[in-house]
């Protein structure tokens, strides 16, 4: 059984999902591939101690802060290939960034194989369920592209920027299939 509720942001209203006693679902309206993760139904349960932890966790992000992500149990729903992407996207620090291929080269280096690529991980990262705690916007293309967030490029910016990124090195490319 899972269980969903809303709760609005600066960056548009996100749903949040549980399996009832962790979070494996954080999207934002319009995301691309939002709630995908979920097969069956599920009910709407405000009240649920996990989504009042997250919610908590969401007002001091949002309010410039640095909140501990560990703090939230999460269980997101995936392969153990974007398992281990998403293990890599959960050490990324506040307000640093990794490219695509930093993290190609470290599942590589986990999975004893010589090389990863870059848009297999691309993949993984945008499918990432639990937005803005299992940090996916942290991650750039290589030479500073702020390609591939399934939650759009400005909301990317916007999250890197509260986080104290300086983005006017940054560039969103003109065409591609991850805009």
């Avoid at 990794?98 to 297999?120: C, E, K, V």
Wanted: glycine share 12%.
């Amino acid at each position: 059984m899972y269980y969903t509720t809303t709760h609005p942001s600066p960056v548009g209203l996100l749903t949040l999902a549980s399996d009832g006693e962790n979070l494996i679902g954080l999207w934002l309206a319009g995301q691309k591939y939002h709630g995908g993760t979920i097969t069956g139904s599920a009910t709407v349960q405000d009240t649920l101690p996990i989504f009042t932890l997250t919610k908590d966790w969401l007002a001091h992000y949002f309010a410039g802060h640095q909140p501990e992500a560990a703090v939230i149990p999460l269980a997101p729903i995936g392969t153990s290939f974007r398992q281990g992407v998403w293990r890599i996207l959960q050490d990324i620090p506040y307000g640093t960034v990794l490219t695509y291929s930093d993290i190609a080269r470290q599942m590589a280096a986990a999975m004893n194989r010589a090389h990863m690529s870059a848009q297999a991980v691309g993949g993984a990262v945008g499918h990432n369920p639990i937005s803005i705690i299992i940090p996916c916007h942290r991650v750039i293309g290589t030479g500073g592209s702020l390609t591939g967030y399934a939650g759009g490029i400005d909301t990317k910016k916007w999250l890197l920027e509260l986080e104290g990124v300086r983005t006017d090195g940054f560039y969103t490319p003109v065409k591609g299939t991850a805009l």
